[in-house]
Nanobody, 126 residues
Framework: QVQLQESGPGLVKPSQMLSLTCTVSGGSITTSYYGWSWIRQPPGKGLEWMGAIAYDGSTYYTPSLKSRTSISRDTSKNQFSLQLSSVTPEDTAVYYC??????????????????WGQGTLVTVSS
């Protein structure tokens, strides 16, 4: 059974970098044909797909965040990570990592995600 666990600081100052890691257990992040995503939910708002890294290392980003977002992986640790630069209070959200079939349809269809982490709240504040 695949499980995902987000980790990282719960408080980030404005203009700094937000860095989170998702540790995967029970399966490999290089297994075909999965995609591993970062998704967030600001308080009182809906889910927002941020980006993904696929089983082959290919990366995909939502256009509105692409200039500030980087997703990478460490296959030796079976982890993938999110970096979001120049954060503002509007980046305050619960951040989730999730897994789905890379070729199953739109990245924005959250019903296609099979496995989710429990989520971690990141607050951007001075």
């Amino acid at each position: 059974q695949v499980q995902l666990q987000e980790s990282g600081p719960g408080l980030v100052k404005p203009s700094q970098m937000l860095s989170l890691t998702c540790t995967v257990s029970g399966g490999s992040i290089t297994t075909s044909y999965y995609g591993w995503s970062w998704i967030r939910q600001p308080p009182g708002k809906g889910l927002e797909w941020m980006g993904a890294i696929a089983y082959d290392g290919s990366t995909y980003y939502t256009p509105s965040l692409k200039s500030r977002t980087s997703i990478s992986r460490d296959t030796s640790k079976n982890q993938f990570s999110l970096q979001l630069s120049s954060v503002t209070p509007e980046d305050t959200a619960v951040y989730y990592c999730g897994r789905r079939d890379r070729y199953g349809g739109s990245w924005y269809d959250f019903a296609l995600f099979e496995v989710w982490g429990q989520g971690t709240l990141v607050t951007v504040s001075s």
